[in-house]
């Protein structure tokens, strides 16, 4: 489970962790109910049994997840995401163990299906060594850059991934190679490394401090400032008016941000490149810059 919720939560105190799904790295206060136990096993089991499937009847421990209203970062703010960590770590179908499709249907397509009919669980050497079989057998026939990587968000807050993917990567000598970085964020990247010779010398606005925030083509209250590592937004948003501070986003759309500042009628401007003010000089004056 994303939150490692782990064999240590066997008392009903409340246990905090730090939800690791995104940059904001909220921290969540976890409750679990004693009173409810799987009919089969619980999150207590030893390994051979968390391997087993989940029986579609089996009853899941109750789980109370919620913001930890004491963490000095998040301040007891968490998404949708962390609510829902136990949906992901209670799921019926959720990968516990490799598994290899077997047969094949029509067309010579592989049947699709789980347990007898088209899926057969595998040690991990076995999965390893499948995957080190193929991956050289599709190099040699169709060469290299046949191979493509995708890596999503979480490997970067994994330290197992973290160590290891950049070598494994290295070793298939594909330039097919891309993650959530290069869909979303590539931009900052390569302007930190023209600016200050790292791509990771990322430079973070002080959101809590500042008097005047400009945005540029950004939606912060749904990604929570992705790179800023901001949970809870649109608080801090607010805490900026609070001490009478000014938001300005400069946006193709009006996004989730924009709408949320139009409907708080507070010192916030929201410049839209459909507007015709755009196209006069007092937009220079929302830029706050004097004409």
């Known amino acids: 489970m994303a939150a490692n919720v782990s064999a240590a939560m066997s008392a009903s105190a409340p246990h905090f962790r730090s939800c690791n799904l995104c940059e904001a790295i909220c921290g969540i206060e976890i409750t679990v109910d004693e009173t409810v136990h799987s009919s089969s096993r619980t999150i207590d089991s030893p390994p051979s049994d968390r391997n087993k499937p989940l029986p579609a009847n089996a009853h899941k421990p109750l789980l109370t997840i919620r913001g930890d209203a004491d963490d000095p970062f998040s301040r007891g703010y968490i998404c949708p995401k962390a609510v829902a960590l136990q ?14 499709q077997t047969g094949k249907g029509e067309g010579g397509k592989r049947r699709q299906g789980d347990g007898e009919t088209g899926w057969e669980r595998i040690t991990w050497e076995e999965a390893f060594d499948e995957v080190a079989k193929n991956l050289g057998r599709i190099n040699s026939k169709y060469g290299r850059n046949s191979i493509g990587a995708y890596l999503g968000n979480p490997n970067v807050h994994n330290y197992g991934a973290m160590l290891f993917a950049p070598g494994f990567l290295r070793s298939l000598h594909t330039r097919n190679k891309f993650s959530a970085t290069s869909v979303d964020q590539l931009a900052h990247h390569v302007s930190a490394y023209v600016m200050f010779g790292h791509q990771l010398l990322l430079p973070v606005p002080d959101l809590d401090r500042t008097s005047y925030f400009l945005m540029l083509g950004a939606n912060p209250v749904v990604s929570n400032g992705s790179l800023m590592t901001a ?16 938001v300005v986003l400069i946006d193709p759309r009006r996004n989730e941000t924009a709408r949320r500042r139009y409907r708080s009628r507070a010192r916030e401007k929201v410049l839209d490149f459909k507007t015709p003010e755009l196209r006069t000089s007092r937009s220079a004056s929302w830029l706050g810059v004097d004409r």
């Open 87 to 100: 949906d992901f770590h209670f799921d019926p179908d959720r990968l516990r163990y490799p598994v290899r």
């Open 231 to 246: 949970p809870g937004f649109p608080n801090r948003l607010k805490a900026l008016r609070q001490r009478g501070g000014k």
